[in-house]
């Protein structure tokens, strides 16, 4: 009688530690996802996913809701960052991988961003055709900031892959072929677009061994490379770099890997940094809340000129350097680069930054500025292959007017868009995949922002491919 008590208690005990484990996740989530605690903290480099509604935005009944539910309790269950960081440290220890797709564990233990391999290993992801309109249409914003009297520079900051492939798996071994930005390089030498070589400069200094230009744990360069290019910015400019790159140099040993926290988000592991003794006179006008605002404006008595930059996560180390040289600079993080500003703000130089991973956007995402207008030859050719499709929504003052020609023609040097009245203006070559709703990016793609056009207006399509213009 008394062995069966025991046993009874036994059970009893161990249904309720049971319970009481699986209890516990639950209790944590809710804790953490209410209140004060309403944000999970997120150290993995992306957008966790948001709570859902029970209701769409036109008030009817969210049907999705409990596959969103799911995807939200994914993404914020208890002890979540405690896993992913014990459950990644295993397969480091035991295999030597990585079980994030997006992370590659290399020697020395260097860390790899995955998107970036087929760069470093010398595979190209666009075509020809993509590279030449790529080249084409960085030709147009250029030729768009000179006639606001700016200089445009184009400098696309190099994959950590790219400067230092020494440090991947041996089973990435280079192809000897071309990747994305040594075709685009090739294809921009042929038009009076100014480059920025970061990256055959920051190769050279690589492979002096002297200096570490990227952090090991990170995406992105560190303070030295990022010294590196500020530099060779100002020297493509033709303007003075004031001898920053020479200045007193401390480090220190507090930045934060965002490879290391997309593997190990509960798990600190510092990488070293420099810090410049340069001057940081400037302010920022408005209110600045982070280096990551989409927009940043700044204003530095001490500084010369006016600077407009376009810039991604790479100009974060750039920002104090071009804040105290020039005396007043706009920041802009966005995919759609608005070149627009420069109606209303003049500037004396014009920075389009973008990481050599995402060269694609320069034919998936058109620029906002006025298209300009343009003039067709008496001999164009006209085609009966199928019409256009053609979208146009008014954006502002404009009307933004995107969409595809005939697939047969793919690949054109040139787009022009002709309205009723007979105005033409010339697009860019560019497949807005998105708002498209495209499955794929497609290469016979145009997109333009036409000035002083109504919405209800007839608009002709023409391209210009090989020499010959066509009208669909």
């Keep these: 009688m008394k062995n069966v008590t025991l046993r009874k208690i036994a059970q009893t005990g161990f249904t309720a530690a049971v319970c009481i484990l699986l209890a516990v996740p639950g209790i944590a989530t809710v804790m953490q996802n209410t209140g004060a605690q309403s944000e999970t903290e997120n150290a993995e480099n992306r957008a966790l996913t948001a709570f859902p509604s029970l209701k769409t935005e036109d008030g009817a009944w969210n049907q999705n809701y409990t596959m969103e539910i799911e995807a939200w309790f994914r993404d914020h269950f208890g002890f979540r960052t405690q896993m992913v960081t014990q459950y990644n440290a295993l397969n480091d220890s035991i295999f030597h991988v990585s079980s994030n797709p997006d992370v590659i564990i290399g020697k020395e233990g260097w ?12 595979v190209p992801t666009l075509s020809g055709d993509a590279i030449r309109q790529a080249a ?18 184009f400098a696309a900051a190099p994959n950590k892959a790219s400067i230092y492939p020494e440090y991947l798996p041996a089973r990435y071994l280079h192809t000897g072929g071309k990747n994305n930005l040594d075709l685009l390089r090739d294809a921009l030498a042929e038009t009076d677009v100014t480059v920025c070589n970061w990256r055959g400069m920051l190769l050279d200094e690589a492979k002096k061994g002297t200096t ?13 490379g990022a010294m590196r290019g500020y530099a060779m910015l100002m020297a493509s400019a033709g303007l003075d770099s004031r001898g920053w790159q020479n200045a007193t140099r401390t480090e ?25 003794d340069i001057p940081q006179t400037w302010q920022d006008i408005g209110h600045m809340r982070s280096i990551d605002d989409l927009t940043i404006q700044t204003h530095c008595s001490d500084g010369e000129g006016k600077l407009l930059m376009f810039r991604d996560s790479f100009g974060r180390a750039l920002i104090p350097l071009l804040s105290e040289r020039f005396a007043d600079c706009t920041y802009c993080r966005a995919t759609a680069v608005p070149l627009e500003k420069l109606e209303a703000s003049p500037a004396d130089l014009v920075v389009y930054e973008l990481v050599e991973r995402n060269l694609d956007q320069l034919v998936k995402v058109a620029p906002k500025m006025p298209a300009p207008e343009a003039e067709l030859p008496e001999n164009v050719k006209e085609s009966d292959a199928a019409l256009p499709v053609l979208k146009m929504e008014e954006e502002g003052n404009s009307l933004h007017c995107f969409g595809l020609y005939d697939a047969a023609f793919s690949g054109a040097d040139a787009v022009y868009l002709t309205t009723a009245d007979g105005r033409t203006f010339e697009a860019f070559c560019c497949c807005e995949q998105e708002v498209l709703e495209l499955p794929e990016y497609s290469e016979n793609g ?10 209800d207006t007839s608009i002709t399509v023409t391209i210009r491919k090989n020499g010959e213009y066509i009208r669909f």
Excluded: R
């Design 136 to 153: 084409h249409n960085l030709q147009m914003m250029s030729d768009y900031a000179a006639s606001k009297g700016a200089k445009l520079i």
């Design 212 to 224: 570490q230009l990227y952090h090991k744990l990170d995406t992105h360069w560190n303070n030295d």
């Design 446 to 455: 145009f997109s333009a922002y036409l000035s002083g056009v109504s919405a």
């Design 252 to 276: 220190t040993q507090d930045w934060t890997g965002d490879l290391w926290q997309m593997l190990y988000p509960d798990k600190e592991n510092p990488d070293a940094n420099a810090v410049y």
């Design 111 to 122: 860390l790899y961003y995955s998107p970036t391999v087929s760069d470093a290993v010398g």
